[in-house]
């Protein structure tokens, strides 16, 4: 690094490489959606692991208290990290291995690049690691003249096929099994000339195609799912064996890990060993786990190298109502349940992070004020599927208006008021203020009339002028300004002659005087049922 | 600044002054124990092996020897040094091929082998999970990788229930491999294919 640090910034810097949008998601999703194929896939694929994970999950008698501990160890690893990292450290090197810190990603390739040249090698072995993924190595590495050979199966048809991953367990979910032979034909110089495309024959062709790769290569580039600041340790989680070939067989082993992956204890991995393989795969266990210490002589590589990376994480430990991101173990159980995912795919979110988790993370290691990823928090309906699934407990909803908070507040002509002190001062000072939008005028009013309850009884009596903007079927289909995106794609219904508030003084009036029980169940009674409904379907 | 410098000081400087975080064992409400006894532990195993489409069989501890020799007879297979004498039959000798940190084995002579048979550290009844530690009876983890078929002894003493009765058993500064069925993958279109890199063929034999 050339730059000389200034004493230490307010807000920690942001992180570079895959990690941002290439264009805004609306027009992103609006694209990706004209893609059928890919909606299919992706909707099988979600649907069928969702099933296996409910399936394993309701197996387990004390999911929820499994839940909790996750959460609870990863809140308090965070709080405890300057002191986890350097235990780590201490570990690693005291039992063989090298710890090397990167600020960022072009830090983190430039040190894993000289790793490499320093054992004369110009090819590496990959298993399957979204820290690399992330930092964009491939891309890095081949333009310098090393080559990186992806060997998880499905990281080995994106990159066969010249693509991008769809989703983080099953990458390539978006190709179908011709398109996988096609690609095999065409990229694998060794290939049989008659392969069909049965799943087993594809996958043999690549067993054939990697295992030369496997006994030759020198170095391997893994990433990590746990690091255990206790001992040293680090952990893979997989299922083919790839993973293990890598981690065991080549010399050197150069591991890239986000600071945010290191774990307190040993005993940690109790927790977190129930809960990922069955919210991921929705196995009871993957079929291979690899925990390795530093370096153990005669056995395994002999030269282990880690790299710990922040890249953007430290913003987000900074940002207090965002940092609990960190805690994702990426299972990708948010992906598999979400309704936006479902039907949009991992590409539009650009980012080597999709759907709900990336919809916060990449934001998060960004900063929301950067542009490319600032419409990512809107990328959701706020359903809290994601959070009902999510095995640390994430609350990702809550993170996304959040950060749409922010982001309001980055773009919108609001200055910090009183109630914006706190997180004022140096994060917004530098900040340009930009002109109010329609929907700042818009959420203006609504504070406006929300605020007072006269206000929106005054309001409400305009409900039968509205009422007239509706054609005979009773629905609004063309709203003007802001609200005309809203109706390009729906109508909605008109609104009630009369709104539930005014209804309810009436009933209130016209009742007897309600027993203690009948009056909280009151309004899901009577009439008020249909508009209720009409509402809700709007959304 | 180093980097090192550097990022700890922006972690620190994030963090402020954040209370420090609750004790996750004051939450550990999660199960630690199964309280099966032997048989459940098992017919719970079996269950989840065979599950996986490893193959199977529980014998007594007098007939290792016969059912090990049952699963490499004819095959060229690698064995580690420290794997009990008494579970390998004579007849196999002339084809075990023997394996050890002080004298490792090359790993295309390890492709060119047909199998490998170690013993186990300790077994997972209700995750179906096997896990080698490295020790002289599991020998180097190449070796139980490598060729295509491995044969597995998991003494019936090595079985807890569940995944913290595992790892409380477990030392991590071993290499450790989770082992739970063979190797597979879904990544075609989500159908199951077993047997990629690893071993195709997991046989487990659990001696009583
Ligand atoms: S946010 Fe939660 S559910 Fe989503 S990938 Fe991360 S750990 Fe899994």
Redesign the pocket.
Known sequence: MSSVSLGIPAVPPRGFGNISAVEPFPQAAHRELGNAQLRENLGHATHTIRDKRLRVVSELPDWQALRDAGSAIKTEAMSRLPELLTQFEEQFTARGGTVHWARDAAEANRIVEGLIRETGSDEVVKVKSMATQEIGLNEYLEERGIAAFETDLAELIVQLGHDKPSH?LVPAIHKNRTEIRDIFLREMPDVDPALTDEPRRLAMAARAHLRRKFLSAKVAISGANFGIAEMGTLGVVESEGNGRMCLTLPETLITVMGIEKVLPRAQDLEVFMQLLPR??TGERMNPYTSLWTGVTPGDGPQNVHVVLLDNGRTRALADRHGRS?L?????????NVCPVYERTGGHAYGSTYP???GAI?SPLLTGVEAEENSSLPYASSLCGA?FD??????N?PEILVHLRGEDVEAKHGRDAGPGGADRAGAKSSGRRRGLPTQMDVALGAASWALSSGDRLGLLEKGLPVARALAGRDGKISRLPGLGAGWTQSRDIPAPPSESFRSWWKKRQKDAPPADGDGSTRGPATGGATSDGATEGEAQ | MSAREEILGRVREALGAEPAAVQPSALAEYRTESGLDEDALVELLVDRLEDYKARVEVVPRGNVAAAVRARLEGKEFAVPEGFPAEWLDPSLDERAVRDSREAPLAVVRLDGLDAVVTSSAVSIAETGTIVLDGSPDQGRRAISLVPDHHVCVVPVETIVGIVPEGFARLDTTRPLTLISGPSATSDIELERVEGVHGPRTLDVIIAR
């Open positions: 983080i919210s991921s991101a805690h994702c173990i990426r299972c990708s159980a948010c992906m759907g709900p988790i993370l994601c699934a999510c095995p640390v407990k994430i990702i």
